[in-house]
């Protein structure tokens, strides 16, 4: 069973930074594609960060220069360096991999990152 449990979301004031992390259980990281999404109130669900099995990284227009996305092949730990951060970036922060032959989505249940103005 595949289990991804994210934390490290909070409160930060703009111009702060955040790492949230993803602990994986039933899914390898290092041999799966895996992302960061996020979800605004009121907006969709929209992709931050991802990096696929094979270590090619790929971010948000909006989050270039100030998010990284990294992942610990020896801890199956994916996370999420946020720095600089704007109000903008206030939303439900998801991790996210994909697995299988069916290439099936799994989530975590997610963690709320606030940043105030």
């Known amino acids: 069973q595949v289990r991804l449990v994210e934390s490290g979301g909070g409160l930060v004031q703009a111009g702060g930074s955040l790492r949230l992390s993803c602990a994986a259980s039933?899914?390898?990281?290092?041999?799966?594609?895996a992302g960061w999404y996020r979800q605004a109130p009121g907006k969709q669900r929209e992709l931050v960060a991802a990096?696929?099995?094979?270590?090619?990284?790929n971010y948000a227009d909006s989050v270039k220069g100030r998010f990284t996305i990294v992942r610990d092949n020896a801890e199956n730990t994916l996370y999420l360096q946020m720095n600089s951060l704007k109000p903008e970036d206030t939303a439900v922060y998801y991790c996210?991999?994909?697995?299988?032959?069916?290439?099936?989505?799994?989530w975590g249940q997610g963690t709320q990152v606030t940043v105030s103005s």
């Open positions: 996210n991999a994909i697995a299988g032959l069916l290439r099936r989505y799994y």
């Open positions: 990096v696929t099995s094979g270590g090619i990284t």
């Open positions: 039933g899914i390898i990281f290092s041999i799966n594609d």
